[in-house]
């Protein structure tokens, strides 16, 4: 079998090395967007009462998701997500948001009279924050599992 050059080995790890990045910042934004809806049940940050806003979050690669006024009644976005994700190129933006009308106000709380005459006192969740806060300790995660795999992979090939 000819050795091949030394041109060569380096384009094949150059190669390799932009593929594992690229899985390590999706498997990074895919844990990011599985998290930020992890119900207070499970352990994750979220108030979960009929899921609705765990189902309004949306992922885009163009703009930030818009909130939809009213009180609409969202479908599981999770497949979105996940393809919105898995298209996304090494250097590309996801975009992930909440459309609810009240995902802001369970983020961060509501102290008073809102438009219809209610008076609040809620306190914020911080789902959407403490998951962003993560976002290193996610991608030396997400870098450890890959890994975990890439080795496991060679070593059956050896």
């Known amino acids: 079998m000819a050795k091949r050059s030394f041109s060569a080995q380096l384009s094949d790890w150059a190669r390799n090395t932009e593929q594992r990045m690229a899985a390590v910042f999706r498997q990074g934004a895919q844990t990011v967007a599985n998290e930020v809806r ?13 899921g609705n806003l765990r189902r309004s979050l949306i992922a885009s690669n163009t703009e930030m ?4 006024a009213g009180n609409a009644d969202f479908a599981d976005k ?10 996304t190129k090494l250097g590309g933006r996801i975009y992930l948001g909440f459309q ?7 983020e961060y709380g509501f102290r008073g009279e809102d438009s219809a005459g209610r008076t609040y006192n809620q306190v914020g969740n911080g789902f959407v924050r403490l998951t962003a806060q993560r976002w290193p300790q996610i991608i030396t995660e997400a870098a450890k599992t890959l890994q975990g795999r ?3 992979r060679q070593s059956r090939e050896t």
Not at 38 to 50: F, L, Q, Y
């Open 38 to 50: 992890k119900s207070k049940a499970s352990g994750g940050h979220m108030p979960v009462d009929t």
């Open 150 to 152: 890439v080795e496991a």
């Open 100 to 106: 609810a009308v009240y995902a802001r106000r369970m």
């Open 65 to 68: 998701p818009t909130v939809e």
């Open 78 to 87: 999770s497949q979105n997500i996940k393809l919105t994700i898995a298209k």
